[in-house]
């Protein structure tokens, strides 16, 4: 063979058509990732998170406009985003965005798609020098990804892009002219009316929650295994189902015991298995294989035995929507999710294992519940100013209003159980002359909170007969010149027993409480000497928390208990508490928000307030670890205690008053 042909055979061959080779495939046979130290390097794994496959083949799809993707943490949400866009450059370049919650967030996966860049072979030559690197794109030869944050209408708008990459979208902050940052990438790929993609990624927070919402608009996939005994398709759930055809199967079993009693999380992790929907026993050793074989079935189609879908599918796929769990990483352990499960529920972090581990949107249940029905339901034994036995400290809330300030004693024990002690209403006293005295309301709860010893009907776990209030939080929302000065007395006389306490309605999900100190009224500009440490309190996640608590089944830790006959001396107290919900409607842009709302503004909801600060100032002392709280509470070994009373701290350093037993 001549040179010529040889020359003319190569030139053929280059002007072949290439085979066409899908992102998940180029990612798994071409992609190395690093982490953020950069001394470990290791292959795009597709093994032990399968799911991936079909969320990175979407890109291929020319129908598919937007993809959401709801997901619990530590999933492979960073490793999906940066193998995005190391593989539009290998196999379709075009410009793109990748917009986080912030700066930062965004700054140091730009720095990790860098790093995985040159760790990868086929992606190495086209890395620039670290000192040619832009700090608001990427730069990947003739392959731009531009970097933008929210909250910053700048870098969010002016780039005409073909794929828009939106990670932790819950996270983002609104634009206060601009609306919903979420919104706004969306005009980027309109100069691509043909193949352009925007793909949403987000842990889930609560009802408000906008990859929730995006997921909802989609088709609404989820990934379904199949038994390795029976064949039956079906998603992982943790907990099994309580009714219908499937009841008693399809979750996480050993995690109570023959008796049905709830197992302490470590003996859940070792006895703990997966019971199929159809009974099916399936071991840890199993679950590797199990996991290996699924497959993402949106709304409305099914699998056959076989593994085809049948069925049409409830929306257009255009807008895909995939939900991912914990459970679906072939990594985690039946025994460690049974465990994570059991420690959320004793310290009532549910909301956060909704989130994190099986990515779902924390619900709280909508509607006031009815005060007669609840009273009634959760009423218990104890009389009205007792204490139960199994109680172990005492917190009190005040709501101070104008005119009148209400108060709430509660009764605290292992895993945030709670009881009603006592509560009440103290007015504005008048004078001789008939005017009413300044803060004579306020003066009154010294005796019926600070120096007011409660009895208990028995001696509880830790010997004492009768306890003192441990620690009690006044609202600073009205009259807060009159609450400073009062309670700066109260805490003159009897010490870190009183906390000022003020709502905060636009804390970030998670954030249960914060410390601040007020340097002066910013009504009248008076200083406080001194300054006010006020702490702000996130109410709607405690708000959330009381309401679950208020119709959660009866024998679980961390039930809410009234005394006996509330429903007859506490109508006013269990109508206020009852009296507000969370309402669906829409904010001064038009969006669609939900907030809680007084539902009889006749009625009010000052105990209701009371409660949730009860309920907050009870996580403070114990440091939100309710696991054993009683061991806080026992007497140091061998130690002469004092006649009256003893004080005790929690890991936090927060003391308990103790009044011992006799």
Same mark, same amino acid.
Request: hydrophobic share 35%; proline share 5%; charged share 25%.
């Given at each position: 063979?001549?040179?010529?042909?040889? %020359?003319?055979?190569?030139?053929?061959?280059? =002007?072949?058509?290439?085979?066409?080779?899908?992102?998940?495939?180029?990612?798994?046979?071409?992609?190395?990732l690093?982490?953020?130290?950069?001394?470990?390097?290791?292959?795009?794994?597709?093994?032990?998170?399968?799911?991936?496959?079909?969320?990175?083949?979407?890109?291929?799809d020319?129908?598919?406009?937007?993809?959401?993707?709801?997901?619990?943490?530590?999933?492979?949400?960073?490793t999906?985003?940066?193998?995005?866009?190391?593989?539009?450059?290998?196999?379709?370049?075009?410009?793109?965005?990748?917009?986080?919650?912030?700066?930062?967030?965004?700054?140091?996966?730009? @720095?990790?798609?860098?790093?995985?860049? &040159?760790?990868s072979?086929?992606?190495?030559?086209?890395?620039?020098p670290?000192?040619?690197?832009?700090s608001?794109? %990427?730069?990947?030869?003739?392959?731009?990804?531009?970097?933008?944050?929210?909250?910053?209408?700048?870098?969010?708008?002016?780039?005409?892009?073909?794929?828009?990459?939106?990670? &932790?979208?819950?996270?983002?902050?609104?634009?206060?002219?601009?609306?919903?940052?979420?919104?706004l990438? @969306?005009?980027r790929?309109?100069?691509?009316?043909?193949?352009?993609?925007?793909?949403?990624e987000?842990?889930?927070?609560?009802?408000?929650?906008?990859?929730?919402?995006?997921?909802?608009?989609?088709?609404?996939?989820?990934?379904?295994?199949?038994?390795?005994?029976?064949? *039956?398709?079906?998603?992982?759930?943790?907990?099994?189902?309580?009714?219908?055809?499937?009841?008693?199967?399809g979750?996480?079993?050993?995690?109570?015991?023959?008796?049905?009693?709830?197992?302490?999380?470590?003996?859940a992790?070792?006895h703990?298995?997966?019971?199929?929907? #159809?009974?099916?026993?399936?071991? *840890?050793?199993? @679950?590797?294989? =199990?996991?290996?074989?699924?497959?993402w079935?949106?709304?409305?189609?099914?699998?056959?035995?076989?593994?085809?879908?049948?069925g049409?599918?409830?929306?257009?796929?255009?807008?895909?929507?995939?939900?991912s +769990?914990?459970?679906?990483?072939?990594?985690?352990?039946?025994?460690?999710?049974?465990?994570?499960y059991?420690?959320?529920?004793?310290?009532?972090a549910? #909301?956060?294992?909704?989130n994190?581990?099986l990515g779902?949107?924390?619900?709280?249940?909508?509607?006031?519940p009815?005060?007669?029905?609840? /009273?009634?339901r959760?009423?218990?034994?104890?009389?009205?100013?007792?204490?139960?036995?199994?109680?172990?400290f005492?917190?009190?809330?005040?709501?101070?209003?104008?005119d009148?300030? $209400?108060?709430?004693?509660?009764?605290?024990?292992?895993?945030?159980?709670?009881?009603?002690?006592?509560?009440?209403?103290v007015?504005? $006293?008048?004078?001789?002359?008939?005017?009413?005295?300044?803060?004579?309301?306020?003066? +009154?709860?010294?005796?019926?909170?600070?120096?007011?010893?409660?009895?208990?009907?028995?001696?509880?776990?830790?010997?004492?007969e009768?306890?003192?209030?441990?620690?009690?939080?006044?609202?600073t929302?009205?009259?807060?010149?009159?609450?400073?000065?009062?309670?700066?007395?109260?805490?003159?006389?009897?010490?870190?027993?009183?906390?000022?306490?003020?709502?905060?309605?636009?804390?970030?999900?998670?954030?249960?409480f914060?410390?601040?100190?007020?340097?002066?009224?910013?009504?009248?500009?008076?200083?406080?000497?001194?300054?006010?440490? $006020?702490w702000?309190?996130?109410?709607?996640?405690?708000?959330?928390?009381?309401?679950r608590?208020l119709?959660?089944?009866?024998g679980? +830790?961390?039930?809410?208990f009234?005394?006996?006959?509330?429903?007859?001396? /506490?109508?006013?107290?269990?109508?206020?508490?009852?009296?507000?919900?969370?309402?669906?409607?829409?904010?001064?842009?038009?969006r669609?928000?939900?907030?809680?709302?007084?539902?009889?503004? *006749?009625?009010?909801?000052?105990y209701?307030?009371?409660?949730?600060?009860?309920?907050?100032?009870a996580?403070?002392?114990?440091?939100?670890?309710?696991?054993?709280?009683? $061991?806080?509470?026992?007497?140091?070994?061998?130690?002469?205690?004092?006649?009256?009373?003893?004080?005790?701290?929690?890991?936090?350093?927060?003391?308990?008053?103790?009044?011992?037993?006799?």
């Open positions: 063979m001549s040179g010529l042909s040889v %020359i003319d055979r190569a030139q053929a061959r280059g =002007f072949r058509p290439q085979p066409r080779v899908s992102t998940s495939a180029w990612c798994g046979r071409e992609l190395w690093t982490d953020e130290s950069g001394g470990r390097r290791d292959r795009f794994n597709l093994v032990d998170r399968p799911y991936l496959v079909g969320i990175l083949d979407c890109l291929d020319p129908l598919v406009e937007t993809i959401a993707w709801v997901k619990a943490a530590q999933v492979g949400g960073t999906t985003l940066i193998s995005i866009i190391l593989s539009r450059r290998a196999l379709d370049p075009a410009p793109m965005m990748f917009a986080g919650p912030d700066r930062e967030y965004v700054r140091e996966k730009s @720095k990790l798609t860098y790093m995985c860049a &040159e760790k072979p086929a992606l190495a030559d086209f890395v620039p670290e000192n040619r690197r832009n608001r794109l %990427i730069h990947l030869g003739n392959c731009v990804c531009y970097l933008a944050w929210s909250g910053s209408t700048q870098s969010l708008s002016g780039r005409a892009c073909r794929l828009v990459l939106c990670s &932790e979208v819950d996270r983002w902050r609104d634009s206060v002219k601009l609306g919903r940052s979420a919104e990438v @969306k005009e790929v309109k100069s691509f009316p043909v193949n352009h993609k925007i793909f949403y987000s842990t889930p927070s609560d009802e408000a929650s906008t990859i929730e919402h995006l997921y909802v608009e989609g088709d609404q996939r989820t990934w379904q295994l199949a038994c390795p005994h029976c064949g *039956h398709w079906q998603a992982l759930r943790v907990v099994p189902h309580r009714e219908g055809k499937f009841a008693g199967g979750g996480i079993g050993g995690m109570q015991n023959e008796l049905g009693e709830w197992r302490t999380p470590e003996e992790r070792r703990a298995f997966y019971v199929c929907e #159809r009974g099916c026993t399936i071991t *840890h050793g199993q @679950k590797h294989d =199990f996991c290996r074989r699924g497959l079935v949106p709304a409305g189609q099914r699998l056959d035995k076989q593994g085809r879908l049948t049409k599918p409830d929306r257009s796929c255009r807008h895909v929507s995939f939900r +769990q914990s459970l679906d990483t072939a990594s985690i352990s039946w025994g460690w999710a049974a465990e994570e059991l420690i959320a529920r004793k310290n009532s549910l #909301r956060e294992f909704w994190n581990w779902r949107a924390w619900k709280s249940a909508r509607g006031a009815k005060w007669k029905q609840v /009273g009634t959760l009423a218990q034994p104890h009389e009205r100013g007792l204490v139960p036995t199994a109680a172990l005492l917190t009190a809330g005040l709501d101070v209003m104008p009148f300030s $209400r108060w709430v004693v509660r009764a605290w024990g292992e895993g945030s159980t709670s009881w009603l002690v006592d509560w009440g209403t007015k504005l $006293r008048p004078n001789e002359a008939g005017d009413m005295i300044p803060n004579s309301d306020l003066a +009154q709860l010294e005796d019926l909170l600070f120096t007011r010893n409660f009895k208990l009907v028995a001696p509880n776990r830790v010997g004492a009768a306890l003192r209030v441990r620690m009690a939080g006044v609202d929302g009205h009259r807060i010149w009159d609450v400073w000065q009062w309670g700066r007395a109260q805490i003159a006389k009897h010490g870190d027993r009183l906390r000022f306490v003020a709502g905060d309605t636009r804390a970030h999900v998670g954030q249960f914060k410390l601040g100190v007020v340097e002066k009224s910013a009504r009248t500009g008076k200083v406080y000497e001194g300054g006010m440490r $006020r702000m309190i996130n109410v709607d996640t405690y708000k959330d928390d009381i309401h608590r119709t959660a089944p009866l679980e +830790q961390g039930n809410y009234f005394c006996a006959d509330v429903c007859g001396c /506490g109508e006013e107290y269990l109508r206020e508490l009852c009296n507000e919900a969370k309402i669906e409607t829409l904010d001064k842009k038009g669609q928000v939900v907030e809680w709302r007084v539902v009889d503004k *006749h009625t009010g909801n000052h209701f307030d009371c409660e949730v600060y009860d309920r907050a100032i996580d403070m002392i114990t440091g939100q670890d309710w696991g054993e709280v009683w $061991r806080r509470c026992m007497p140091p070994a061998r130690q002469v205690a004092p006649p009256e009373e003893n004080r005790f701290t929690t890991p936090s350093g927060q003391p308990f008053l103790i009044t011992e037993r006799s």
